[in-house]
């Protein structure tokens, strides 16, 4: 099996896994309704956990385009390989998208709010406000990457490694998850709300176009950021790379605080997303 299969089957599991804990709490006639944010961190850490293990030794298991554009920036990566990797990543979350329609296929008739079938697929803030929901989604991808390299700079034993990248996803959904839905992950999000919107889902709303840029680019910067602070931090390899990207990241969110939309509270707790 070649990486660019490896990085599809692998985004596939996360997401078969992910998207099917959040239909599972979501939509009506579930025996898991109503499951709770706990179990949904749990289980996006064990869908991660999956997909490292069955994948890590033919790709590396990056599963997310902002792990694998951190790696390239960097230098850890080669960025030859990166458009592959994400390709494989956005068809394989498309793929785990249609496999968690079908099986839940009776229950999105049987489920009346469209923002729990969009749940399903992807995330959105608690509280609409695009400074701040874009500054979550960076830290969130920051401190993944910041702790994947924790992680890579520690020996562990065989078969331990997917197990703590897992525990990181349930501790970043715990403590980070609750402002957005912790997409961390462009591939986690864009790749399963294309799906929403392309398939015939039972009384689905809108795909949430306006605010889909947030999961994309806050973690690609956060991600990005992640990984340079590392190199410079702990490996006293300060680049300028570092400093455009953290330039970036500020100049970013000054234009989003000055012109981003204040944002409402949602009166319905059902529209701030139940994901990853």
Not at 96 to 105: C, F, N, P, Q, R
């Amino acid at each position: 099996m070649t990486p660019f299969w490896g990085e599809m089957l692998g985004t596939m599991i996360l997401v078969v896994f992910g998207a099917g804990v959040c239909a599972g709490a979501n939509l009506n006639k579930s025996f898991a309704k109503n499951g709770g944010w706990v179990v949904i961190s749990l289980a996006w850490g064990l869908a991660v956990t999956m997909g490292v293990f069955a994948v890590g030794s033919i790709s590396g298991a990056h599963l997310n385009p902002a792990v694998t554009i951190g790696l390239a920036m960097n230098g850890d990566f080669p960025w030859a390989d990166v458009p592959k990797y994400i390709l494989g990543q956005m068809i394989g979350a498309i793929l785990g998208s249609v496999l968690i329609y079908l099986h839940y296929l009776p229950h999105w008739k049987a489920t009346d709010d469209p923002a729990a079938k969009l749940g399903v697929f992807a995330t959105g803030p608690a509280i609409p406000h695009t400074f701040s929901n874009l500054l979550s989604e960076m830290i969130g991808t920051f401190i993944l990457v910041l702790g994947l390299d924790f992680i890579g700079a520690n020996k562990f034993s065989e078969g331990l490694n997917p197990l703590a990248v897992g525990s990181l996803i349930v501790v970043i959904g715990m403590s980070l998850g609750g402002t957005t839905g912790y997409a961390i992950n462009p591939a986690r999000d864009l790749g399963p709300r294309i799906a929403h919107a392309i398939l015939p889902i039972a009384g689905k709303g809108g795909s949430n176009w306006g605010y889909a840029w947030i999961p994309v680019v806050g973690p690609i910067l956060g991600g990005s950021l992640g990984a340079l602070f590392f190199k410079a931090a702990f490996k006293g390899e300060l680049t300028g790379l570092f400093w455009i990207v953290l330039i970036v990241v500020i100049v970013l969110l000054v234009l989003c605080y000055i012109f981003g939309e204040k944002g409402k509270i949602a009166h319905d707790p059902k529209t701030a997303k139940i994901n990853e």
